[in-house]
């Protein structure tokens, strides 16, 4: 083992914080994409106000990639 | 199309790469320092170089590419966005802080530091010129066809005029002058494509929009003869007889009744409307006979539903095709994956001061990105529906759909895009000139160079870099830049992204692990593209079903290919000497 190590505190470590959060929106991502191959048609669903669930989930996803990075960032912040 | 140019559209198209210009050389009036030139001191400011870092990204391909997918094909360019946008998770949550701190100038620093090899520096500076000029490419082919309707002038002059313009950015003051051009660019890109969106949805949807009456229908054919003549529908190509514009609404929503026009909506009403609308697009198909290349422009009936869903472009995902689907799993996994491999977003971590500089700075660019991404989509319907679409180039879709609202804004649209285009080229010569100078001829080959002529060598990589990006530019002008940059994206996971990973968790990792995973997923990655069917049938003209590889995205196999590779090297190799400090330089 270096003190190099990954899970070391010097600076060159991914945060667990990090990497949970990172987790989540894997799981989101690789949710999203896994629909778009599998059942495509689900997508073409309109459950709000008109607006079909592809484009709800897409800007669902871009959304929460900001909202995980802010959340990200307080957390950091408050350690 | 004929395009013509107006005085206006090029006294705005002037100021903007002027100033850009002017800027650049006043930065550049600064004594420098090899650390001034490849990482301005490590001292930008986390939020200017979060605005940058969305200037480096948001590409011709994510501007014109984009927005031109979704106008011509609908949802399907939307699913880029969103795969562009998530691979900043990768680059927030998993590199930014350690990248920092393992680096100093290159993301060949990085990689090296625990271990001070030759081959880690040959390997990666080698992966980051073909990451680099893959992702070029695409910038270029963008700046030629802008120029064409702006200014009215060849696409190859649009590719040498970005590529003129971004070698004396970048030999004039380095990453200084690079980090602010890409600020005000990334700054103008959102705030107008923000007043472009304000529009579209002011306007509404409108039955044969830009238009006195119906949108004609009939097929459009385009010839290019045998003696290089253009000829439309069998007659000559004038200013009298061109191409039509093409893209409108034929149908309303019943609930609007005999209305032409729904007046202004909200986002969602917009898209509500769009979904129960009738649209016109239009499917181009090639031929050749003895009297020349013929393309035939068809108009197609649409519902606004099924352009709002996935399958449009992605054909598989509704023909159920095997091979395509998992081109598309590729694609979107090379996306997810590429960004936090990316030299030329990699690099730009050196130019803050420190770790917490460096997340603060990615959490910005997430939000200027993902602001500019749900833009993307309005901005994309918008062109669909403005009756203003030139059918031989999907490039062209935003700044076409500026000019149905005037020709000011197109002026100003363009030239935004041209800057755009600057930033994310400037950025990318960066890299590749610091992979050649630093890594290549320092590090590698053992030169020893005094700081000045550090950066002068680095000059000279960038005015190389910059003439093989003009070149490239050329041969490539036909390619939609959307599709070009998966490419690079692919390229650059594949041969990046396992040995960065690996380093950071797993402690056995060893360089001659580090080097084989470098070079089998750079090799494998753009041995498969070269093979693939795409490229067959686009590049070569050649029969798709000559390629090799079963579809044509390297990633999904790519990718893990690196990790594997690394961890057999690995595993095989002596493990890594315990070292008392970094390896720092």
Redesign the interface.
């Known amino acids: 083992?270096?003190?190099?190590?990954?899970r070391g505190g010097?600076?060159?470590?991914?945060?667990p914080v990090?990497?949970t959060?990172?987790f989540v929106?894997v799981l989101l991502?690789g949710g999203?994409?896994g629909l778009?191959?599998v059942r495509?048609d689900l997508?073409?669903l309109?459950p709000f106000?008109?607006?079909?669930l592809?484009?709800v989930a897409?800007?669902g996803?871009?959304?929460a990639?900001?909202v995980?990075?802010?959340a990200?960032?307080f957390l950091?912040?408050a350690r | 199309m004929i395009h013509h140019t107006s005085f206006i559209a090029v006294a705005i198209f002037a100021t903007f790469v002027l100033g850009v210009l002017g800027l650049s050389f006043w930065l550049g009036r600064k004594g420098q320092s090899a650390s001034g030139y490849y990482a301005a001191h490590g001292q930008i400011h986390w939020f200017v170089n979060g605005i940058a870092f969305a200037g480096d990204y948001l590409s011709a391909a994510s501007f014109l590419g984009i927005c031109g997918m979704i106008a011509f094909s609908g949802?399907d360019g939307?699913?880029y966005?969103?795969g562009f946008?998530?691979g900043?998770?990768?680059a927030?949550?998993?590199?930014a802080?350690?990248i920092?701190?393992?680096g100093t100038f290159t993301f060949a620093d990085a990689l090296d530091?625990?271990f001070n090899s030759r081959g880690i520096k040959l390997s990666v500076a080698i992966s980051t010129l073909v990451v680099s000029i893959f992702y070029l490419i695409p910038q270029m082919v963008g700046a030629g066809s802008l120029i064409t309707p702006l200014l009215g002038l060849p696409h190859e002059v649009g590719v040498v005029l970005v590529g003129v313009t971004v070698t004396l950015i970048v030999v004039t003051a380095g990453m200084v002058s690079t980090t602010w051009v890409q600020f005000i660019k990334g700054s103008l890109l959102v705030f107008f494509c923000g007043v472009l969106t304000v529009l579209i949805l002011g306007r509404g949807l409108e039955v044969n929009a830009g238009r006195e009456g119906a949108e004609n229908l009939a097929p459009q054919v385009r010839t290019v003869a045998a003696d290089g003549r253009v000829l439309i529908d069998g007659e000559p190509q004038t200013d009298d007889h061109d191409l039509r514009p093409v893209g409108t609404i034929l149908k309303l929503p019943e609930r609007y009744g005999e209305a032409r026009s729904t007046g202004p909506l909200g986002p969602?009403?917009y898209?509500?409307a769009l979904?129960?609308s009738t649209v016109v697009t239009w499917s181009a198909k090639k031929h050749a006979d003895d009297a020349g290349r013929h393309t035939t422009y068809s108009p197609v009936e649409r519902r606004g539903?099924d352009l709002?869903?996935?399958?449009g472009y992605f054909k598989g995902?509704?023909t159920g095709n095997l091979a395509d689907?998992l081109d598309?799993?590729s694609l979107?996994l090379a996306l997810?994956c590429g960004t936090a491999s990316l030299p030329h977003i990699l690099i730009r971590y050196y130019t803050v001061k420190d770790?917490?500089a460096a997340?603060?700075s990615?959490?910005v660019g997430?939000?200027a990105i993902?602001v500019f991404?749900?833009l993307t989509?309005f901005l994309g319907l918008g062109a669909m529906t403005s009756g203003a679409l030139d059918p031989t180039d999907t490039n062209m879709a935003a700044p076409l759909l500026a000019k149905s609202f005037s020709n000011t804004l197109f002026a100003v649209i363009s030239a935004i895009a041209f800057t755009t285009v600057l930033g994310t080229v400037s950025g990318l010569i960066m890299a590749g000139s610091g992979a050649v100078a630093h890594d290549l001829l320092e590090n590698v080959c053992g030169m020893q160079m005094t700081d000045h002529e550090k950066i002068r060598c680095g000059k000279l990589a960038a005015v190389g870099l910059g003439i093989v990006a003009m070149v490239l530019g050329i041969l490539f002008r036909n390619f939609n830049v959307s599709f070009l940059v998966g490419w690079a994206f692919n390229i650059a996971a594949s041969a990046n992204l396992p040995a960065l990973v690996m380093?950071?968790?797993?402690?056995r990792t060893t360089r001659q692990g580090i080097v084989a995973a470098v070079t089998i997923g750079m090799l494998s990655s753009l041995a498969w593209i070269l093979l693939s069917a795409d490229t067959f049938e686009k590049v070569y003209g050649l029969s798709k079903d000559m390629a090799v590889t079963p579809f044509s995205q390297p990633g999904l196999v790519t990718i893990p290919l690196g990790f594997l590779v690394l961890v057999i090297v690995s595993l095989l190799t002596p493990p890594?000497?315990?070292?008392?400090?970094?390896s720092r330089r």
């Open positions: 083992m270096t003190d190099r190590d990954p010097d600076g060159t470590a991914a945060s990090g990497l959060l990172f929106y991502y999203f994409m778009v191959l495509p997508l073409a309109r106000g008109g607006v079909n592809a484009i897409g800007m996803l871009i959304v990639a900001f995980l990075a802010v990200y960032m950091r912040s | 949802y939307f699913l966005s969103i946008l998530a900043w998770i990768v927030l949550f998993v590199i802080e350690p920092k701190a393992l530091s625990r969602l009403a898209l509500a979904e129960d539903g709002l869903k996935p399958g995902l509704t689907r598309f799993a979107m997810f770790g917490a997340r603060k990615t959490v997430i939000a993902g991404y749900v989509l380093l950071l968790f797993w402690p890594p000497l315990p070292v008392s400090s970094p």
